[in-house]
């Protein structure tokens, strides 16, 4: 059972650790650019930061970001690392997009630009450091959900509501009307039609190739702990198994509340021969929890 509580353990603390920098980075980010009310290079500062992608899509993924780390100490406390699917697909929205604003950055902007302009001051952040640990915090780190072909066309939604304002504000509207001038080049440095017909695709793309790097290490994970009780409790009888997971987590886990891993006992009842359920597992795992749990003993104590 230790393998597993350092397993879980380990998960928690690097996707608390990843989390943490991407919110704090993209706070400074976003604030040195609110903050500079004039740049020579770019004309998008102070207020009007907002209306670039890269601001959007780093606030996105922060804010989603911001949303794991409750469940990360919850991990913590109670050795159940587990992300509901909600908040999951939100972080994919947001690492999807700030994927597209470091691809868009590295091979668009930097080679117009520089690159040492592109990926200084803010745009470090912006355009580097919260992108790629974003990357690689959803793709190695917050992996306790896996994700569907339909999560990655829901991960587009930003992107696409982006896009459609980004062609209102600078084509229909206008500049001239009070709309934005083409700060990306969309439009006046490239025929209309090639950003039209690749922006959306080149992020399926990504959100695919994302969906494969992070339902890998998602099946990873599941199988090390599988693994761990298939070769820690092999032939024995599965009622025997939830009663010492129980016992397990309750020498362990400092706290009142008494949280079933239903999905591990699922699992395992999955690739058992056994003729038992579902709910006698989860009371075999109450109870044992209970006889076992030295708060449980010292609450009773007081009633």
Known sequence: MDRVMKITRRQCRLALFSA???VICVCVGVTMNLTTLYDENFDHMGLRTFCMFTVNSNILAAAAMAMV???TLDGLRKHNYHLPKWIVVLVYAGVTAVTLTFLISLFVLAPVKGFVLIF?????????VCPVLAFLAFCYFMTSQSITIKDAFLALIPVLIYSVLYYVMVVVIGEENGGWNDFYGFVTRLPMWIPITLI??????IALIIRKLHNRS?????????????EAFANADIRKIVAAMA????SSVKIRDILIPTRIISKLLEFSESDSTLEELCDIYIKEYMENSEVMKLEQMWI
């Open 120 to 128: 200084s001051g803010s745009r470090f952040f912006l355009h580097g």
């Open 69 to 71: 780390i409750p469940y």
């Open 247 to 250: 016992r397990a987590h309750a």
């Open 218 to 230: 998602f099946q990873q994970r599941w199988d090390e702990e599988l693994g761990f009780y298939k």
């Open 200 to 205: 959306m695709p080149l992020t399926l793309g």
């Open 20 to 22: 943490l920098v991407v």
